[in-house]
């Protein structure tokens, strides 16, 4: 039973991975679609994972664990001799290139990643941050802060657009984005 529940989760992930990666709107890559290319029962959307969107979500982690494995820097960000602060602006930068440059999930997760996903969920940030802080802000705090930040870089790529046209800022320029990040990253832990 459990192995042909994970052969229904890989099955799902796969189709939707596919069908994101070829469409043009995320919102036709329906529950429906998914398991028509999966090949299973729509139920089994919200029995293997909750939702649709937890799929996405679940579809755009392995992007990023994929995104990390090719990317030696990031080794570099979480083992470097760098302050914590530091490791939390770079971070969080390349998280928010991988989103610009993978829209179409942002654009389908967002609204997910804000209201659904627990607060302070990004491990690694809130690690960073307790390690900043040392003992002077409590878990809790950490874990606020992280959920702050991370929900501020969400919506600003769900809203590059807009943040380009009325702030003058191009997210998709990595000098600007940079700037953006570390800007953040100092008035959220700005000691």
């Given at each position: 039973?459990?192995r042909?529940?994970?052969?229904?989760?890989?099955?799902?992930?796969?189709?939707?991975?596919?069908?994101?990666?070829?469409?043009?709107?995320?919102?036709?890559?329906?529950?429906?679609?998914?398991?028509?290319?999966?090949?299973?029962?729509?139920?089994?959307?919200n029995?293997?994972?909750?939702?649709?969107?937890?799929?996405?979500?679940?579809?755009?982690?392995?992007?990023?664990?994929?995104?990390?494995?090719?990317?030696?820097?990031?080794?570099?960000?979480?083992?470097?001799?760098?302050?914590?602060?530091?490791?939390?602006?770079?971070?969080?930068?390349?998280?928010?290139?991988?989103?610009?440059?993978n829209?179409?999930?942002?654009?389908?997760?967002?609204?997910?990643?804000?209201?659904?996903?627990?607060?302070?969920?990004?491990?690694?940030?809130?690690?960073?941050?307790?390690?900043?802080?040392?003992?002077?802000?409590?878990?809790?705090?950490?874990?606020?802060?992280?959920?702050?930040?991370?929900?501020?870089?969400?919506?600003?790529?769900?809203?590059?657009?807009?943040?380009?046209?009325?702030?003058?800022?191009?997210?998709?320029?990595?000098?600007?984005?940079?700037?953006?990040?570390?800007?953040?990253?100092?008035?959220?832990?700005?000691?």
């Amino acid at each position: 039973m459990k192995r042909d529940l994970d052969k229904t989760r890989a099955a799902l992930v796969d189709a939707a991975e596919k069908l994101m990666s070829g469409c043009d709107d995320p919102d036709e890559v329906t529950a429906r679609a998914i398991t028509k290319e999966a090949g299973v029962n729509l139920a089994m959307i919200n029995y293997c994972f909750g939702s649709r969107e937890k799929l996405l979500y679940e579809v755009f982690t392995r992007l990023q664990q994929n995104a990390a494995s090719f990317d030696p820097g990031i080794g570099e960000i979480i083992n470097g001799d760098i302050s914590p602060k530091e490791k939390l602006a770079q971070a969080h930068f390349r998280t928010m290139k991988l989103m610009l440059a993978n829209f179409k999930y942002c654009k389908a997760l967002t609204k997910y990643m804000l209201v659904t996903r627990k607060i302070g969920d990004k491990r690694l940030s809130v690690q960073f941050i307790q390690q900043h802080y040392g003992g002077r802000k409590t878990e809790g705090e950490c874990r606020l802060i992280a959920f702050e930040l991370s929900g501020m870089h969400e919506l600003a790529v769900l809203r590059h657009e807009e943040i380009r046209e009325l702030c003058g800022i191009d997210l998709t320029d990595d000098d600007a984005l940079r700037k953006f990040v570390y800007g953040n990253v100092e008035r959220m832990l700005g000691d």
